[in-house]
């Protein structure tokens, strides 16, 4: 859930980037709050990736980091654009932006096709109640 969110979010960011530049100067508010809430979102998804990969690991289902590394490279990034965005530093502020769709591209492609959750049989738990 989150991973989609982060990039229905990023996308957006991307589009009242735009928007702004056609002349339109109160999406700059708009794009920097955006910019902040996208950072949460991406504080969030790390902590539900490290979430995800202990409940596999217990369960004995295959862990991999893939996810957490992705969302951890997606926050840094996302941080990294709101200090260059306060400091209206554009071409890389862009650049990164774009990057920052694609790692949010791969990490909801991980999510969709990486195995789903098998249940655990626990032998002797269903009993017959006399």
Avoid: C, K, Y
Avoid at 24 to 45: E, F, K, N, P
Avoid at 61 to 77: D, E, H, K, N
């Amino acid at each position: 859930m989150t991973a989609a969110l982060f990039l229905f979010m990023t996308l957006a960011q991307g589009l009242l980037a735009g928007l702004f530049v056609t002349g339109d100067a109160g999406l700059l508010t708009v794009h920097s709050a955006v910019g902040g809430t996208l950072s949460v979102v991406a504080a969030v998804q790390v902590i539900a990736a490290v979430l995800d990969r202990r409940g596999r690991a217990r369960a004995g289902q295959p862990a991999g980091r893939r996810l957490i590394v992705l969302s951890v490279l997606a926050l840094v990034m996302t941080v990294g654009q709101i200090g260059l965005g306060m400091a209206r530093v554009v071409a890389p502020h862009m650049f990164i932006g774009v990057t920052t769709a694609a790692v949010a591209m791969l990490a909801l492609l991980l999510v969709l096709t990486e195995n789903r959750w098998i249940p655990v049989q626990v032998s002797g738990l269903a009993q017959e109640v006399r």
